[in-house]
């Protein structure tokens, strides 16, 4: 490992993220090339998981990590893959008695060249976001400093891609807001100030279905009542003609009257049509 000196370097360039060209690929790129530096390995690879949870390769120090990385995705067996799934660091692993462990994964590793292999998760707290392979050409076992020290490294990634991928979300849902405002705007400067209105109450027991009105009954003096300035004489003459004015005209008139009484008409009252 590496001196103090650098070793707090590093941890000062892993903790630079909040940089306005900061690039996801680069930044673990990094990550891997000092945890080659630090911790005396061979080669380094790093995965991530995507929306859905499955690990892709982001990447490699080596061709060799990455061909090998690439098919421990394929082949979903190997160290990398249970560190993700449990959260736990997978370390000091010797591939050359793995093989009832990772059949696949360990011969694939034997062809490239590979003695031991460590895995460390990316995580913060309960979350798990990735994990980080190291590759040792011998079956080299790591010290709980060494160890320790790319836990450290991987927890610092871990806090910067999240703290990134929070800041892309809050500038995502503000342009969104943003569109959505900028949109409504133009639709209600034409409607003007809306209108408010009060809302209908209604009586408890006046509901026009509950009691409906009674049909309205004919009235047969309405003809007496009507005064002659009140309707013209063609309204007054076709509603004293209407049945039941004449038969109420009938009743109140008594037996018919016969030569010079019938023809006398009966005196008007003041202000009212003459009773026929």
């Known amino acids: 490992m590496g001196g103090t000196q650098r070793l707090a370097e590093v941890f000062v360039e892993l903790a630079d993220t909040l940089v306005d060209d900061f690039d996801v690929v680069d930044f673990l790129q ?96 309960g979350q798990v976001i990735g994990a980080m392979n190291l590759f040792t050409d011998a079956a080299v076992r790591l010290g709980p400093e060494d160890l320790a020290v790319g836990q450290s490294m991987a927890d610092i990634a871990t806090i910067g891609l999240l703290q990134q991928r929070s800041l892309r979300d809050q500038t995502v849902l503000s342009e969104q807001l943003q569109g959505a405002l900028a949109s409504r705007v133009p639709a209600r400067a034409g409607q003007g100030r809306p209108r408010r209105t009060r809302p209908h109450r209604r009586r408890p027991g006046l509901h026009p279905d509950a009691h ?24 007054r003459v076709r509603l004293l003609l209407t049945p039941a004015a004449r038969g109420h005209r009938d009743a109140r008139a008594g037996p018919r009257l016969s030569g010079r009484q019938a023809a006398e008409p009966l005196p008007p009252r003041r202000g009212c049509l003459p009773a026929w």
């Open 30 to 125: 990094v990550l891997t090339e000092r945890a080659v530096e630090l911790l005396d390995a061979d080669a380094a690879g790093l995965m991530l998981a995507d929306q859905r949870g499955a690990l892709q390769l982001m990447t490699s120090t080596t061709q060799r990590a990455g061909s090998l990385e690439a098919f421990e995705i394929q082949s979903s067996e190997g160290p990398c893959m249970d560190c993700f799934a449990t959260g736990a660091p997978v370390v000091n692993v010797d591939l050359a008695g793995a093989g009832g462990r990772w059949p696949v994964f360990t011969a694939a590793a034997a062809e490239q060249g590979y003695g031991a292999a460590h895995a460390l998760p990316l995580r913060l707290r």
């Open 212 to 235: 409906p009105r009674p049909p309205p009954r004919p009235d047969p003096d309405r003809g007496r009542h009507l005064c002659r300035r009140g309707l013209p004489r063609r309204a």
